[in-house]
């Protein structure tokens, strides 16, 4: 059974920095894509980036110029390192991964940022 698990979330001033990490477990293939999510409270679901193989990288609008998403191409895991962060980046971020047999979710790590 495929298994996503995201790190690294926790609670950060306004201006501060996060790196959040994602590693699968239990997959038979390379996800092509791996990517961010998030849910602010009271709202729905939005990406943040993704990641596809082998270089193609899209970011929300929010998230352009302040986040940078990453991977290791070989392995299925994605990091998302977060800078500048405004308390309008409170939530809970998920991460995806799709390959050849569907897509898969993580259960999310939660990001506060607030003074």
């Known amino acids: 059974q495929v298994h996503l698990v995201e790190s690294g979330g926790g609670l950060v001033q306004p201006g501060g920095s996060l790196n959040l990490s994602c590693t699968a477990s239990?997959?038979?293939?390379?996800?092509?894509?791996m990517g961010w999510y998030r849910r602010a409270p009271g709202k729905r679901r939005e990406l943040v980036a993704t990641?596809?193989?082998?270089?193609?990288?899209n970011y929300a609008d929010f998230a352009e110029g302040r986040f940078t998403i990453s991977r290791d191409n070989n392995e299925n895991t994605v990091n998302l390192q977060m800078n500048s962060l405004d308390v309008n980046d409170t939530a809970m971020y998920y991460c995806?991964?799709?390959?050849?047999?569907?897509?898969?979710w993580g259960q999310g790590t939660q990001v506060t940022v607030s003074s």
């Open positions: 239990g997959t038979l293939f390379r996800f092509y894509t």
């Open positions: 990641t596809t193989i082998p270089s193609t990288i």
């Open positions: 995806r991964g799709l390959d050849r047999t569907g897509g898969y």
